[in-house]
């Protein structure tokens, strides 16, 4: 099945401070997993993304940690700043199948001053 | 340095009166995509063009269709809005190179589309 959980739903991080969010999934077919940006108003940006071969990537503050045995993957935005709020999008696809994207439900981040 | 335009930004219709929304790109990409947003939730792929080859998701309701006259532009035709319409859509594009894993997508800004 086709799925891709992302908790939490909304999370508030003081200026500074760690901001993760977790995404699981249970394709094991999935070999891409993007994560994006999206501003109010705006369409979605990648911000991020990681292949399974890899555990970890990074880059700037940005960080993604992916568990292939346990189908999870996160993000953290390190020393988080007011400008990082935004609504973020974990998904994931099957790259012969034509790259289409499922998206993880959402999670609104606002970072407090 | 716009990349994926799409126009208008905010449209207003009528319940029931057809209105169309376009999308543009200057990447040259081979695929494009039509994206249903509605408030606090994610994207949801409505059908997708891989160069003139249209492709409908399974549950995208008849009365959205789509048309792609050539390989900058594709249009959202919506036949008879609803209430339930009422949403921000979003086009993409990407490349769509055959055997390239790693295929970004590129989201325009959107069109939040309001029905009366």
């Known amino acids: 099945q086709q799925q891709v959980k992302q908790s939490p739903q909304s999370l508030i991080v003081q200026k500074g401070g760690i901001s993760i969010i977790n995404c699981a999934y249970e394709?094991?077919?999935?070999?891409?997993f993007p994560w994006y940006q999206q501003f109010p108003g705006k369409g979605p940006a990648l911000l991020i993304a990681?292949?399974?071969?890899?555990s970890e990537k990074k880059e700037g503050r940005f960080t993604i940690s992916f568990n292939k045995s346990a189908k999870q993957f996160s993000l953290h935005i390190m020393d988080s700043q007011p400008g990082d709020s935004a609504t973020y999008f974990c998904?994931?696809?099957?790259?012969?199948?034509?790259?289409?994207?499922?998206f993880g439900g959402g999670t609104r981040l606002m970072v407090k001053p | 340095d716009a990349m994926v335009i799409q126009n208008p930004r905010y449209q207003v219709t009528q319940f029931g009166k057809p209105v169309t929304l376009s999308c543009s790109q200057t990447?040259?990409?081979?695929?494009m995509y039509w994206y249903q947003q509605k408030s606090s939730q994610a994207p949801k792929l409505l059908f997708h063009?891989?160069?003139?080859?249209?492709?409908n998701e399974a549950d995208t309701p008849d009365n959205f269709q789509s048309r792609r006259p050539n390989t900058s532009f594709c249009f959202l035709d919506i036949r008879s809005p609803g209430l339930g319409d009422a949403a921000m859509y979003l086009c993409?594009?990407?490349?769509?190179?055959?055997?390239?894993?790693?295929?970004?997508?590129?989201f325009g800004p959107g069109t939040r589309l309001t029905v009366l």
């Open positions: 993409a594009t990407s490349r769509g190179m055959a055997g390239r894993k790693t295929d970004t997508q590129y």
């Open positions: 394709n094991t077919a999935f070999d891409y």
């Open positions: 990681i292949r399974p071969d890899v």
């Open positions: 998904a994931a696809s099957i790259g012969n199948a034509g790259n289409m994207l499922t």
């Open positions: 990447l040259n990409h081979n695929v």
């Open positions: 063009y891989y160069d003139k080859d249209f492709n």
